[in-house]
């Protein structure tokens, strides 16, 4: 049999599409659905924001153009067998365009997809190898629903990071959960950038503040998947991922997905927003809270008292929090909870 060995990101989305994460893609596309999505938002007729793809380089589609029918392996272990196979090329340049926009080029994703995607296959799939087609990281839908009914959580509402939680998180936390009652965090993980997080701290911190609440209607799980900075598309997909997992609710980051300016402010919010019915999970699209230094609190509204001044604004981001772990400077309290930055040193980044 002939075998193709694929790569991380193409097992977490493999092991993804199996388990209807990404519902109502339950494959990976063909060429007309992957051009329909990035052209019209749509999969089948039902709004599909992003394409999940299966591509090659060109050794790879020099060894096996002639056949089509394969065996997938990860890491020499046997995963799913593949047939009805069909090759097709599209205009790289041209989708980048589309989800990146004008200056894709400038866009590390964008290369990546150019210079890695030779072609792309599209396939039928067969013969499911479940006890390798799983990971430590990965928890499925069914699973999460099974818990959802046995804590008779009526809403749920979700976030997404891919960071180790800092005040402001923790300010959204508990405001989704006082109002809708029930909080899934649930992290991005595993596939990182150098200076980023590991995996490990990642997991460990979130559960952390989610045990904070001590209600089982609060828990963290990770999401077994890998960033695309694709911004408003991105985020839209994280919202249909949320909707998968039972969540009534999610709340989408003023810049969610995104990568240094390439989607604008807010633009994110805005599309999920406006797309709600047809992603058919309410989005809560709040400001990003900040710190007062004057009165000392963290807020996403105006402070009240006239002493508070734009100067005393802190604006809480990881990237902040990272530059001192590399520095190795201390945390102030203000920015990060000290439970959590104890935990934290340069050996907690990749």
Same mark, same amino acid.
């Given at each position: 049999?002939?075998?193709?060995?694929?790569?991380?990101?193409?097992?977490?989305?493999?092991i993804?599409?199996?388990?209807k994460?990404?519902?109502?893609?339950?494959?990976?596309?063909?060429?007309?659905e992957f051009?329909?999505?990035?052209?019209?938002?749509?999969?089948?007729?039902?709004?599909?924001p992003?394409?999940?793809?299966?591509?090659?380089?060109?050794k790879?589609f020099?060894?096996i153009?002639d056949?089509?029918?394969?065996?997938?392996?990860?890491?020499?272990?046997?995963?799913?067998?593949?047939?009805?196979?069909k090759?097709?090329?599209?205009?790289?340049n041209?989708?980048?365009?589309?989800?990146?926009?004008?200056?894709?080029?400038?866009?590390?994703?964008?290369? @990546?997809?150019?210079?890695?995607?030779?072609?792309?296959?599209? =396939?039928d799939? &067969? #013969?499911i190898? /479940?006890? *390798?087609? !799983?990971?430590?990281?990965?928890?499925?839908?069914?699973?999460?629903?099974k818990?959802?009914?046995?804590?008779?959580?009526?809403?749920?509402?979700?976030?997404?990071?891919?960071n180790?939680?800092?005040?402001a998180?923790?300010?959204?936390?508990?405001?989704?959960?006082?109002?809708?009652?029930?909080?899934?965090?649930?992290?991005?993980?595993?596939?990182?950038k150098?200076?980023?997080?590991?995996?490990?701290?990642?997991?460990?911190?979130n559960?952390?503040v989610?045990?904070?609440?001590?209600?089982?209607?609060?828990?963290?799980?990770?999401?077994?998947s890998?960033?695309?900075?694709?911004?408003?598309?991105?985020?839209?997909?994280?919202?249909?991922?949320?909707?998968?997992y039972?969540?009534?609710?999610?709340?989408?980051?003023?810049?969610h997905?995104?990568? @240094?300016?390439?989607?604008?402010?807010?633009?994110?919010?805005? =599309?999920?927003? &406006? #797309?709600q019915? /047809?992603? *058919?999970? !309410?989005?809560?699209?709040?400001?990003e809270?900040t710190?007062?230094?004057?009165?000392?609190?963290?807020?996403n509204?105006k402070?009240?008292?006239?002493?508070?001044?734009?100067?005393?604004?802190v604006?809480?981001n990881?990237s902040?929090?990272?530059?001192?772990?590399m520095?190795?400077?201390?945390?102030p309290?203000?920015?990060?909870?000290?439970?959590?930055?104890?935990?934290?040193?340069?050996?907690?980044?990749?």
């Amino acid at each position: 049999m002939n075998k193709i060995n694929i790569s991380k990101n193409q097992f977490s989305d493999l092991i993804n599409i199996v388990n209807k994460v990404f519902f109502p893609l339950t494959n990976f596309v063909t060429k007309n659905e992957f051009l329909e999505i990035v052209d019209k938002n749509k999969y089948k007729n039902k709004f599909f924001p992003l394409p999940i793809y299966f591509g090659i380089d060109k050794k790879t589609f020099e060894k096996i153009k002639d056949k089509n029918n394969f065996d997938l392996y990860y890491k020499k272990k046997y995963l799913i067998n593949i047939f009805n196979t069909k090759f097709y090329n599209i205009n790289k340049n041209n989708i980048c365009k589309k989800i990146y926009g004008s200056n894709y080029l400038k866009h590390p994703y964008s290369r @990546k997809f150019i210079t890695e995607n030779y072609r792309f296959l599209s =396939f039928d799939f &067969k #013969n499911i190898n /479940k006890k *390798n087609l !799983k990971h430590k990281y990965f928890y499925s839908p069914i699973l999460i629903k099974k818990r959802i009914k046995l804590n008779k959580i009526s809403k749920l509402s979700s976030f997404h990071t891919r960071n180790v939680p800092h005040k402001a998180h923790e300010w959204i936390h508990r405001f989704l959960f006082k109002k809708f009652g029930a909080l899934l965090i649930q992290p991005l993980i595993d596939q990182y950038k150098k200076g980023e997080y590991n995996a490990q701290i990642i997991i460990k911190t979130n559960k952390l503040v989610s045990k904070k609440f001590n209600s089982k209607k609060v828990f963290s799980i990770p999401l077994f998947s890998y960033p695309r900075y694709a911004g408003y598309r991105e985020a839209a997909l994280h919202a249909i991922i949320r909707r998968n997992y039972g969540c009534s609710h999610f709340w989408v980051g003023r810049d969610h997905a995104g990568f @240094k300016d390439f989607f604008g402010y807010r633009e994110s919010q805005k =599309f999920c927003h &406006k #797309n709600q019915k /047809k992603l *058919n999970i !309410k989005i809560i699209a709040g400001k990003e809270p900040t710190y007062c230094l004057n009165c000392k609190t963290i807020k996403n509204t105006k402070c009240v008292s006239k002493k508070c001044l734009k100067k005393h604004k802190v604006k809480i981001n990881g990237s902040k929090i990272r530059q001192l772990l590399m520095e190795n400077k201390k945390i102030p309290h203000y920015l990060m909870d000290f439970k959590i930055s104890r935990l934290l040193s340069k050996k907690s980044l990749i």
